[in-house]
């Protein structure tokens, strides 16, 4: 890749593809066999709250499972060598970029192995299941839910990305389909140059000056490199 000064990368679903997590639509648009609607909304943990947790626990407990693939070593290389000047945005509530070793990541929609607790608005690292009501370890009531932005919910730090996408010399769009807001519309929000890097043409692959096929674990390291 052409070694530009500020690098915002925005990673989705199909990064961590090749890693063994299923993407949202590549599953026949189910996830994990239920409808996102059904599972990722705040109506739905009104309405259910077990099904959702049960949901999200089983997701938790295959983390410690996989592992990050070439995509996401990739991107700590970059990182090793762009410092700050990288900033690694993700849909993705896993923790395989931290866990390859990228240090700045920011998860617009928050983050599996995070627990937040509605009563008093604390967050928790947590490994566990949340189905079964724990205590919350700030106030111990047991209001603990996934740290996780449904659909309707406010993404975080859309200022930050906001910023970050304005300033940009490079927008790069890894294994995502471009169909969630605002994430789908940060190309729109870059002055400079965008390359997309995915499986198949996103939603929005004409909107970027480059766009490349083929799996996140093949096209990332040779862009990085
Ligand atoms: C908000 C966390 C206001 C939970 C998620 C009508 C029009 C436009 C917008 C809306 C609308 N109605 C409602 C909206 C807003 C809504 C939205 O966008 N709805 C969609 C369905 C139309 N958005 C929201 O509600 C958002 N909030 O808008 O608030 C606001 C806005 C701005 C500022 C302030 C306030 C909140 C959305 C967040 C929802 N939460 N996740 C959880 O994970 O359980 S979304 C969830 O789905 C993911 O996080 C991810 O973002 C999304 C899935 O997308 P992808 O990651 O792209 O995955 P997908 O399977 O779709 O695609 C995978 C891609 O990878 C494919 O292209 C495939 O080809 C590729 N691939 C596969 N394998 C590989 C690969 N690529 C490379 N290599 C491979 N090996």
């Given at each position: 890749m052409r070694r530009h000064q500020k690098v915002v990368v925005?990673?989705?679903?199909?990064?961590?593809?090749?890693?063994?997590?299923?993407?949202?639509?590549?599953?026949?648009?189910?996830?994990?066999?239920?409808?996102?609607?059904?599972?990722?909304?705040?109506?739905?943990?009104?309405?259910?709250?077990?099904?959702?947790?049960?949901?999200?626990?089983?997701?938790?407990?295959?983390?410690?499972?996989?592992?990050?693939?070439?995509?996401?070593?990739?991107l700590?290389?970059l990182e090793e060598e762009l410092g700050d000047d990288l900033l690694v945005?993700?849909?993705?509530?896993?923790?395989?970029?931290?866990?390859?070793?990228s240090r700045r990541?920011?998860?617009?929609?928050?983050?599996?192995?995070?627990?937040?607790?509605?009563?008093?608005?604390?967050?928790?690292?947590?490994?566990?299941?949340?189905?079964?009501?724990?205590?919350?370890?700030?106030?111990?009531?047991?209001?603990?839910?996934?740290?996780?932005?449904?659909?309707?919910?406010?993404?975080?730090?859309?200022?930050?990305?906001?910023q970050a996408l304005?300033e940009c010399d490079l927008f790069v769009?890894?294994?995502?389909?471009?169909?969630?807001?605002?994430?789908?519309?940060?190309?729109?929000?870059?002055?400079r140059?965008?390359?997309?890097?995915?499986?198949?043409?996103?939603?929005?692959?004409?909107?970027?000056?480059?766009?490349?096929?083929?799996?996140?674990?093949?096209?990332?390291?040779?862009?990085?490199?």
């Amino acid at each position: 890749m052409r070694r530009h000064q500020k690098v915002v990368v925005l990673t989705g679903a199909g990064i961590s593809a090749e890693s063994g997590l299923t993407t949202f639509r590549d599953s026949g648009g189910l996830w994990e066999g239920h409808d996102p609607m059904q599972v990722a909304t705040p109506e739905a943990f009104a309405h259910d709250p077990d099904l959702v947790q049960r949901f999200y626990d089983a997701r938790r407990a295959a983390l410690p499972r996989v592992r990050p693939n070439a995509a996401h070593h990739a991107l700590v290389r970059l990182e090793e060598e762009l410092g700050d000047d990288l900033l690694v945005v993700t849909q993705n509530v896993d923790d395989l970029h931290e866990r390859a070793g990228s240090r700045r990541v920011h998860h617009i929609h928050g983050r599996l192995r995070s627990a937040w607790c509605t009563a008093c608005d604390s967050r928790h690292e947590w490994e566990g299941p949340l189905a079964h009501r724990p205590a919350c370890p700030g106030c111990g009531s047991s209001a603990l839910r996934p740290d996780v932005v449904w659909f309707g919910e406010i993404p975080h730090g859309m200022d930050l990305v906001e910023q970050a996408l304005w300033e940009c010399d490079l927008f790069v769009s890894i294994g995502t389909s471009g169909t969630v807001y605002p994430a789908a519309a940060f190309v729109h929000w870059v002055r400079r140059d965008t390359l997309e890097l995915n499986l198949e043409p996103s939603t929005g692959a004409g909107d970027f000056a480059e766009s490349r096929r083929g799996p996140a674990s093949r096209l990332v390291p040779a862009w990085v490199e």
